[in-house]
């Protein structure tokens, strides 16, 4: 396997915390960095879009203050997700902003461009790219991606239907950049799995709504506590593509789950606008792994938790 980038060289703990629409803000990354993990937020979680230039401004300075306070112990890097697909119309004002603050990794979804791999390696940045199956994963790749991030079944929002053991398999058979693994990841000994089938990463966002930071409502968050695997439901009704979503949140709407009309894809938009928004905000998205979230906690807690999991599988692996 080849040497990672620099950037995702020394994390310290093996975890890339995925971007929530929404739900992700300045404070919750901080948080993230802090604790060890890479933190990120989509771009069009800055709303209006002069906001971003703030909200990276914050980010950049907390991180910068608290590598000057913890010269052994510095933060993790942090990203930002943009969406690609052509309904967004923010996506060049966006990466001009991240270009001023030189991010230094940028995850891409709904769509590979060269364009946009060209301009943030031109900065220095890094570009992992989401895929749900190995045909998008090659076009990404071709496309000047970095690396990959696997979104598996079970991956909370837009999630494939792939078993994580046959789409890291394959790719692994042609790739061997970094790839991060998605998909009912909430424990440290499901870190340490997704290591053991080929992935350098887990990429958890489930777990860290149900944290102080997380910019959801306490409704939401309680029902990620109290919810399993047996409370999501898999569905395109709500943006034209696939996703896992909280059964209670589609009940509080008045529709029934399980007899959920399909939507037409050909309709989907993914610019984040108003009608984007108010989706999220009343449709709650959720992976398949919240059974393991046993309380709300801020955010640091919830990653010394990933961390003492991860070195007793570590530990149990070892003694086997």
Known sequence: MMALPPVLARLPLPIIASPMFILSNPRLVIEQCKAGVVGSMPALNARPASQLEVWLEEITQALAAHDRANPHAKAAPFAINQIVHKSNDRLEHDMAVCARFKVPIVITSL????????????????????VINNQFAKKAIEKG???????????????????????????????????????????GGAVLAAQAMGADFAY????????????????????????????????????G?????????????????????????????????????????????????IGAVKQIVPARELVARLAAEYQAARARLALG
């Not at 409704?219 to 109290?226: D, F, L, N, R």
């Open 241 to 289: 593509v696939h996703g896992n979503y909280l059964r209670r949140s589609i009940e509080g709407a008045g529709l029934d789950p399980d007899n959920l009309p399909q939507s037409d894809p050909s309709k989907m938009s993914f610019g984040g606008g108003e009608s984007a928004k108010k989706a999220w905000r009343d449709i709650w998205g959720s992976g398949q792994g």
């Open 111 to 130: 769509g590979a461009r060269k364009d946009v791999n060209d301009a943030v390696h031109a900065w220095g940045g890094v570009v992992l790219h989401d």
């Open 145 to 187: 991606a970095d690396g990959l991030i696997a979104v598996a079944a079970g991956a909370g929002g837009h999630a494939g239907v792939k078993s994580p053991f046959a789409l890291v398999q394959e790719i692994r058979e042609w790739f061997d950049g970094p790839v991060a693994l998605s998909g009912s990841i909430s424990t």
């Open 204 to 239: 958890i966002g489930s777990a860290f709504i149900a944290t102080e930071e997380a910019g959801a409502q306490q409704a939401y968050k309680q029902a990620i506590v109290e919810g399993t695997s047996d409370d999501i439901v898999y569905s395109n009704l709500f943006t």
